[in-house]
């Protein structure tokens, strides 16, 4: 699929050390609290930490100038003992940062690079410029910092995607209980969110597909078309979803999009992330109506509401890993090669 060869970075390990970086929004430094409870859950896992030196600043809109967002990133890269970098949290702008990226530092350094959201921009930068693996999943203050900690959903996920060098074959699992409920960090994030019974992933078109995943926040992933940063689309399994700030008009203003860019002629599926209620999908005006019409004349397979986006807990997805949907009485979505090297 992609013109560059794929590299997958090394395996987590208990006991390794986790680098922690603020690529775009400062919420780093007004939730200080969320910030060591995210720390102390990686702690409690098994791993050490090390905070680059502005993950907690603050220039205007952004966790420090281009310049310092960019030093913190290339610190971990070159640091030998971090073997992956969690974003504190998305934001807007990680994708100013690609144009003064060290993609060579990075191709000399495999490592793991987690996160979701605006980070995508970085993610998937990453991985067409130097063909490394990226991995679509939990961030600090989100997932990490969660009261109680991480979701055993997350953090099972996650296992099976970084720590295992193997695939297991066993299709991903679904969650039983989700969430979407905002409780201010700092003031009110002290209790478990409320949970709801999962009404499970859903088939809009039936088939079967096989190629890499390339996953990532929709309005982010956009952001990259006509750019050096934008992924190989070819025979993709392409996995995205966005967050509350859309609304229906601006999710369907996204999927026509790909359509006019071709996209739909490349890729082999379409797997599309639980939207937060939010955004206002409903029975008069669905999302499985805005994906019949965006996709339209095209017989890929097509899944939604699948476990993972801005509702928690969420999956972990390996950018440019082969894998493989059935899409037919169930669903079955599945890593077909290691996701991670030994």
């Not at 499985?288 to 801005?310: K, M, N, Q, S, W």
């Amino acid at each position: 699929m992609s013109a560059v060869e794929i590299v997958k970075p090394p395996k987590l390990s208990s006991g390794d050390t986790v680098g922690i970086v603020s690529p775009a929004s400062p919420i780093a430094a007004f939730c200080p609290n969320r910030l060591q409870r995210g720390v102390e859950c990686l702690k409690n896992l098994g791993f050490q930490v090390t905070l680059g030196t502005y993950t907690s600043k603050q220039t205007g809109h952004t966790a420090g100038t281009i310049e310092d967002r960019l030093s913190d990133l290339h610190a971990m890269y070159r640091n030998p003992d971090v073997k992956v970098i969690v974003p504190t949290i998305g934001g807007y702008n990680s994708h100013q940062l690609l144009e003064q990226l060290n993609f060579d530092l990075i191709a000399q350094n495999p490592k793991i690079l987690l996160g979701y959201s605006d980070i995508t921009a970085l993610q998937l930068g990453i991985f067409a410029r130097t063909g490394m693996v990226t991995y679509m999943g939990p961030a600090l203050l989100p997932q990490f910092g969660e009261f109680g900690g991480v979701f055993p959903y997350t953090w099972d996920s996650l296992q099976n995607v970084l720590m295992n060098p193997q695939p297991n074959g066993q299709p991903m699992r679904q969650s039983e209980q989700w969430t979407e409920e905002n409780l201010q960090w700092d003031r009110e994030d002290t209790r478990a969110r409320v949970m709801q019974v999962s009404t499970g992933w859903k088939i809009l078109k039936h088939g079967t597909a096989y190629g890499r995943i390339i996953a990532g926040n929709l309005s982010t992933l956009l952001l990259l078309a006509g750019t050096p940063y934008w992924p190989d689309m070819n025979g993709a399994i392409l996995c995205v979803e966005d967050d509350e700030t859309t609304d229906v008009a601006m999710v369907d203003r996204y999927l026509t999009q790909l359509r006019q860019m071709g996209v739909y002629h490349q890729v082999s599926a379409l797997v599309v992330g639980r939207f937060l209620s939010a955004t206002g999908f409903s029975a008069e005006d669905s999302l499985e109506t805005v994906l019949t019409i965006a996709t339209r004349g095209y017989a890929f397979p097509i899944i939604y509401d699948i476990d993972f986006g801005h509702t928690d807990p969420m999956m972990v997805l390996a950018n440019g890993v082969m894998a493989s949907l059935e899409a037919d009485h169930s669903i079955a979505l599945k890593y077909v090669e290691s996701t991670v090297s030994k």
